[in-house]
Structures are given as C-alpha cells and as structure tokens.
C-alpha cells in the first residue's frame, strides 16, 4: 500500500511539474500590441516545448532550465476580436484559451495618487460613468504588492471592459487619455495601470540601476536588512490599521455621538484648521469631535443641508447621535449631506464627527464660510470652536510603508508586466520626490532608461504630466519653490528622446494635492501623444521658453509652441513675470506680448539679466497659445 501511494503522489507531482503557467496579464479581453512582434511568455518543466496560437498563426519554443519560455508572434495589424491559445506539444487539449483578444494599443500608466485617482473620485463622476460604454477600452490594474525580490505575475487580476461598472475604478486619468486616443485612432487601446498613491520614483526602478547612482546606492544596500518576516508583519499591521480606520473600536459610535456624553476633559480646537496646525505631536489614530450649535424655530423639523467644506482623510458624520455618513478614503467630491427633518430640533442640537489622522493630516480645511447647515434660506454656521479627543480608540500599529522603499514596487508591480508589448509610457508621479527636486533632475531620466531597456522595444514614447498648481498663493516672487523646482526637473526630462510633458500648471488647487479634473490632464497627455507618437500635425503644448536677449532695460523672450499666437487668458493683463539684476533679487515685471515673443522690464531695474514665469507653487501666470494651452514654467537663470 505504502509503494502505491508514492507511486501515486509521485504521478501527481510529474502532472504538476508539467503544468504550463503564465502570468495574469494574460486574460480574456486583453490587448496586445499592433505592428510588434508580440511577447507572450510563461513558465513549464525544462525543456517543454510550448505552442500558442493567435488568430491562426502558430509559432513554438522551448522552455528554459529556469523553467521559463518566450515565444513572438508576427507583427499584426489592429483588429480583432482574437482567441489566444498555449499548450505544449503533443497535448490535445489547450492549457490556455483566451478570448475576446483585441490588436491595438497598449499604454503603461503609473506614478503615484493622481494617477491612481479613480473615475468616480474625479470631475463630473456621475456624468462620465454613465456614458461610459467604450468595450474597446480595456484596463489591467495591477494590484498592490510589495516584494525584496523580482517577482514573475502579479496578485490575481485580469482585464477590464470598459463600462459603467467597471470604469469607476479605473485611472481617471489614463482614461480619458485611452478614451480620446482610441475615438482618433480607431483602434482598441490598453491601459496597464499599475499606481500606488504616495510613493516616490525610486521604488518604481529597478535595483540594478539604482545601485549605479550615489543618490541611492546606500539605500539599496540598507533594504538588504530587510527580511521577508518584515513584510509579512506589515501585512498584518495594515490590515488591524484599516481595521480601526473604517470600523469604530469599543463601541465609540454608540456613545460619543449622544447627546448626554461628557466630554468636559476634551480639547478645543477652532476649526476649520488641520492636524499641521495644532502643534500636536506626531500621531495616526482617530480623532472624535463634538460641536454643540444652536438652531432657530425655523429650522425645526425640517430636511436640513449641512455642508462640511474641505474635510481632510476618512471620516463620518454623526447629528444627534445619528449617523448621517461615512465616507471611505474621502471619495466624495462634495462634503455636504441631508440631515432628516425627524432628527432636527430648534435650539441646541450635537454634531459629531469621527475622523481619522493619518500621515500627518486630518480636520478641515478653510475657509470657514464653506461650514454651514441651511435649511435653503438661512444658515447657521459651524465653524468655530470644536471639543476633541484622540484616546477614545486605540492608535493604529506603527506601518513603515514598504512600497516607498527604493525598487520594492519594481519587483513586485512592474517587473511581472515585463515585457508585455506597449506603445508607450504614461506617468503623473512628483509629489513623493518633492523634498529633493535636485535629486530628481537623475532619477526620472534614470527610471525612462531603465524601463526602456527591460522591455526592450526602442525608445518607447514616455509621456510625463507636470506637476500642477498647488499651495498658497504667493502675492511677491517666490524665491524658493520645490514645486516650481520639481516641474523643472520633470521638463529636463524630455531632452531624452521620445519623452514629451503635459503642462497642467492651470488646473490644479490650493487646498487639495489631488485636483479634480482629469480630463484635461487625460487630453494633454493624448495631444502629446498625438504629435509625439501618431504623427498628427497638432499643438500638443503651450508655449515654451527657448532663449532670451537683453536690450538695454528690457529682456525679449522666445518661445517655440506658440501655435496661431501668444495671448493671455480672458486677454488680461499678462501676469507670472518676475525680472531680477545682479543682486538676484527679484521683482514683479511689466511684460507685454510683441508677435511670438515676450518683453520684459521693470522700473526699479536698470540692468536685468533673469526672468522667471510661474516659478511658484502656485503662481498666478496667464501666457497660453491661442490654441488654449498654458506656457510652460521656466527661469533663466540657475541660482
């Protein structure tokens, strides 16, 4: 009995061994790439000899001694849909059927937060997701995952049809990029998105490259201390801190929103104010807050409207002891809510909010006038003071974040899509990176390279969204800026070739890092496209600075992109100039627009030798072509 069963267990190893494997972004409704030799690889015993079939056309390897093989299929036009078949030789039946394959194009997108910003989280959601019927529009996203090492496939996913459901999750993005691309060129297009909010470009690049440079050579080396024990408790951590991030803890939101809860020993805070201003320690936990507002008669049994301005992270909303909302990862795009007439008394009445402080961030953004409850007619405001309290709930466990480790993200969400046929690179990513814009000036240029040469298809167009407008305006030059600096580093980028930039220098906020509209982001990035990649004879940018001459009192400034003309938006005064002489300092310039080109002066400057345009984090500049696209940030000099 004994040998029969190691008999047995031994076939059932054999069969297993046999088994031909490949990674997940292989699925049904895949697209691969048009007028490439198509990669299509997976994994077998050595020296297994694999067959795939595309469309009728057949073509055979041999897997390796690693136990992994490769073939290529002809250049196809677009077209489909297709069926891809894999099996190994001899074999009747298919290891691999997949259907609905579409020839097209594939585009890469990644970065960090404003590339992963959903659909749904964007401008005009509800309007877009329900026209949102395009089946030859298709996303792999590549789920979240960390790894010390290469990895060969991604955490389970497959391909995703275009449609109302489905597009919600879907890179707002890169798809109104694909959607734009794929009404001019007619073709299915392909988005392989793999994003993580926050993260910086050095975990998104490979280790061997990042061991070549002495920006990150060091940190490479110290991630050899990490163990895969440090991954799996981090794991475990993420999901208790979620778990105390979404699900009250002790039963708090049974007691803290009633009315005859004690909160004498809380601290009072004026709100709106965020987490940087109270002069807190550092801390990540939840944070409860109560606020007792008297109410007119009027108002007395009345559906109300409360409107809570600019909440920052997760929160929900309670009014007198009932729960109103719960928001997950602030995906509203409007804070307001219904408040049920049932629930409304005149005089006082309890608003209660539970909100969670993550990342050095939380509480409500200004202004104030934007915290009110209205019946329509009156309001009555909610701003002002706000009792609080951070040791109701337990703090969350201590998270290292792993994915911001240099090449930890490579391994684990690029690496595995390598080298799946592409036409090109999407990527909107800075914001991690903005302590050390010097720094980034290598490391972007380092990462094109990188990429290019793992998928091994040429100089693949790589397709760069510039950081946007974003902080406080400034009302004097601003001398320092990393936001202004980073834009810069990302615009040096595309002295490589095949590499262009969407200026979304206009479209940002001063509250939020994460702007709402996408879809001019998504169109930018498809006019680069268009000119760079598809040969369109299009403006794909704004004007950019070339080079400058000094006449006596004034600097002329030249510019290529200027399309039909140079004009200012709503034609006002033109705004964003900032001149300096020798003592460096500068001041606002008076400029003014000659053809294609931009004089500069300033009365309290009799010798100037530099301009600078929108060198702020967020500058106020109007120059655009007449094409309707904004000029690109620059500075002459490099002080």
Same mark, same amino acid.
């Given at each position: 009995?004994?040998?029969?069963?190691?008999?047995?267990?031994?076939?059932?190893?054999?069969?297993?061994?046999?088994?031909?494997?490949?990674?997940?972004?292989?699925?049904?409704?895949?697209?691969?790439?048009?007028?490439?030799?198509?990669?299509?690889?997976?994994?077998?015993?050595?020296?297994?000899?694999?067959?795939?079939?595309?469309?009728?056309?057949?073509?055979?390897?041999?897997?390796?001694?690693?136990?992994?093989?490769?073939?290529?299929?002809?250049?196809?036009?677009?077209?489909?849909?297709?069926?891809?078949?894999?099996?190994?030789?001899?074999?009747?039946?298919?290891?691999?059927?997949?259907?609905?394959?579409?020839?097209?194009?594939?585009?890469?997108?990644?970065?960090?937060?404003?590339?992963?910003?959903?659909?749904?989280?964007?401008?005009?959601?509800?309007?877009?997701?329900?026209?949102?019927?395009?089946?030859?529009?298709?996303?792999?996203?590549?789920?979240?995952?960390?790894?010390?090492?290469?990895?060969?496939?991604?955490?389970?996913?497959?391909?995703?049809?275009?449609?109302?459901?489905?597009?919600?999750?879907?890179?707002?993005?890169?798809?109104?990029?694909?959607?734009?691309?794929?009404?001019?060129?007619?073709?299915?297009?392909?988005?392989?998105?793999?994003?993580?909010?926050?993260?910086?470009?050095?975990?998104?690049?490979?280790?061997?490259?990042?061991?070549?440079?002495?920006?990150?050579?060091?940190?490479?080396?110290?991630?050899?201390?990490?163990?895969?024990?440090?991954?799996?408790?981090?794991?475990?951590?993420?999901?208790?801190?979620?778990?105390?991030?979404?699900?009250?803890?002790?039963?708090?939101?049974?007691?803290?929103?009633?009315?005859?809860?004690?909160?004498?020993?809380?601290?009072?805070?004026?709100?709106?104010?965020?987490?940087?201003?109270?002069?807190?320690?550092?801390?990540?936990?939840?944070?409860?807050?109560?606020?007792?507002?008297?109410?007119?008669?009027?108002?007395?049994?009345?559906?109300?409207?409360?409107?809570?301005?600019?909440?920052?992270?997760?929160?929900?909303?309670?009014?007198?002891?009932?729960?109103?909302?719960?928001?997950?990862?602030?995906?509203?795009?409007?804070?307001?809510?219904?408040?049920?007439?049932?629930?409304?008394?005149?005089?006082?009445?309890?608003?209660?909010?539970?909100?969670?402080?993550?990342?050095?961030?939380?509480?409500?953004?200004?202004?104030?006038?934007?915290?009110?409850?209205?019946?329509?007619?009156?309001?009555?405001?909610?701003?002002?003071?706000?009792?609080?309290?951070?040791?109701?709930?337990?703090?969350?466990?201590?998270?290292?974040?792993?994915?911001?480790?240099?090449?930890?993200?490579?391994?684990?969400?690029?690496?595995?899509?390598?080298?799946?046929?592409?036409?090109?690179?999407?990527?909107?990513?800075?914001? %991690?990176?903005?302590?050390?814009? *010097?720094?980034?000036?290598?490391?972007?240029?380092?990462?094109? $390279? &990188?990429? +290019? #040469?793992?998928?091994?298809?040429?100089?693949?167009?790589?397709?760069?969204?510039?950081?946007?407008?974003?902080?406080?305006?400034?009302?004097?030059?601003?001398?320092?800026?990393?936001?202004?600096?980073?834009?810069?580093?990302?615009?040096?980028?595309?002295?490589?070739?095949?590499?262009?930039?969407?200026?979304?220098?206009?479209?940002?906020?001063?509250?939020?890092?994460?702007?709402?509209?996408?879809?001019?982001?998504?169109?930018?990035?498809?006019?680069?496209?268009?000119?760079?990649?598809?040969?369109?004879?299009?403006?794909?940018?704004?004007?950019?600075?070339?080079?400058?001459?000094?006449?006596?009192?004034?600097?002329?400034?030249?510019?290529?992109?200027?399309?039909?003309?140079?004009?200012?938006?709503?034609? %006002?005064?033109?705004?964003?100039? *900032?001149?300096?002489?020798?003592?460096?300092?500068?001041?606002? $310039? &008076?400029? +003014? #627009?000659?053809?294609?080109?931009?004089?500069?002066?300033?009365?309290?400057?009799?010798?100037?030798?530099?301009?600078?345009?929108?060198?702020?984090?967020?500058?106020?500049?109007?120059?655009?072509?007449?094409?309707?696209?904004?000029?690109?940030?620059?500075?002459?000099?490099?002080?």
């Amino acid at each position: 009995m004994k040998k029969y069963l190691f008999s047995v267990l031994t076939l059932i190893c054999m069969s297993m061994q046999g088994q031909i494997t490949m990674p997940k972004v292989f699925s049904n409704h895949m697209v691969l790439q048009r007028d490439i030799n198509i990669p299509v690889w997976g994994g077998a015993t050595p020296g297994t000899t694999v067959i795939a079939e595309l469309n009728g056309v057949q073509v055979m390897g041999i897997t390796d001694e690693a136990g992994k093989w490769m073939v290529h299929f002809p250049k196809f036009k677009a077209g489909g849909p297709y069926s891809l078949k894999v099996t190994e030789k001899g074999k009747k039946s298919y290891a691999f059927e997949f259907s609905d394959v579409m020839i097209g194009d594939v585009w890469l997108a990644s970065g960090q937060s404003n590339m992963e910003w959903q659909v749904q989280q964007a401008k005009d959601a509800g309007t877009e997701i329900k026209n949102a019927n395009y089946p030859n529009i298709r996303f792999f996203s590549v789920p979240h995952d960390i790894a010390l090492k290469v990895l060969s496939d991604t955490k389970s996913s497959s391909w995703q049809l275009c449609d109302t459901n489905n597009v919600k999750t879907f890179s707002a993005v890169a798809y109104y990029f694909a959607r734009e691309i794929n009404k001019d060129e007619h073709v299915a297009i392909g988005i392989v998105q793999s994003t993580w909010g926050g993260t910086p470009v050095e975990a998104w690049t490979s280790r061997e490259i990042l061991l070549s440079s002495s920006i990150t050579r060091k940190r490479i080396l110290d991630n050899d201390s990490l163990t895969e024990l440090h991954l799996k408790n981090e794991e475990t951590n993420l999901k208790r801190f979620w778990e105390i991030v979404y699900n009250p803890q002790n039963g708090m939101d049974t007691i803290v929103p009633k009315e005859n809860y004690v909160d004498k020993d809380w601290r009072t805070i004026s709100m709106p104010s965020t987490f940087k201003q109270w002069g807190m320690p550092p801390y990540e936990g939840i944070m409860w807050l109560r606020k007792t507002i008297t109410l007119p008669e009027s108002f007395a049994g009345k559906d109300l409207t409360i409107y809570l301005g600019h909440p920052e992270i997760n929160y929900s909303l309670y009014f007198n002891g009932q729960n109103i909302c719960k928001t997950i990862w602030n995906a509203a795009l409007t804070h307001y809510y219904t408040i049920p007439g049932k629930l409304v008394k005149a005089g006082n009445n309890l608003i209660s909010v539970r909100m969670s402080l993550l990342w050095n961030a939380g509480g409500f953004n200004p202004p104030a006038v934007e915290m009110f409850i209205t019946d329509g007619n009156e309001k009555v405001s909610i701003a002002g003071d706000w009792d609080t309290n951070i040791k109701l709930e337990p703090a969350v466990p201590k998270i290292f974040n792993f994915q911001y480790y240099p090449t930890i993200l490579f391994n684990a969400m690029l690496n595995p899509v390598i080298p799946y046929g592409l036409k090109g690179f999407l990527w909107y990513q800075g914001e %991690a990176n903005d302590s050390a814009p *010097a720094h980034y000036r290598s490391l972007l240029p380092m990462m094109v $390279a &990188d990429w +290019r #040469i793992r998928w091994q298809q040429g100089y693949l167009p790589f397709l760069i969204v510039q950081l946007p407008n974003y902080m406080k305006p400034c009302t004097e030059p601003q001398e320092k800026s990393n936001w202004a600096e980073m834009r810069e580093a990302q615009q040096l980028a595309t002295l490589q070739p095949n590499v262009g930039i969407a200026c979304t220098i206009d479209i940002g906020e001063e509250n939020s890092i994460h702007p709402i509209n996408k879809q001019d982001v998504g169109h930018r990035l498809a006019l680069q496209a268009k000119k760079l990649v598809y040969g369109h004879d299009v403006i794909a940018s704004g004007p950019v600075f070339t080079n400058m001459e000094i006449n006596g009192n004034e600097i002329t400034l030249n510019f290529t992109s200027t399309g039909a003309g140079l004009v200012t938006k709503n034609n %006002a005064a033109l705004k964003g100039f *900032a001149i300096a002489g020798e003592n460096k300092k500068f001041v606002w $310039a &008076d400029a +003014r #627009i000659v053809g294609n080109t931009i004089v500069v002066s300033a009365k309290s400057i009799a010798k100037p030798v530099a301009v600078r345009y929108n060198w702020a984090d967020n500058p106020a500049g109007n120059l655009y072509n007449k094409e309707g696209l904004p000029a690109l940030p620059f500075r002459t000099d490099c002080w």
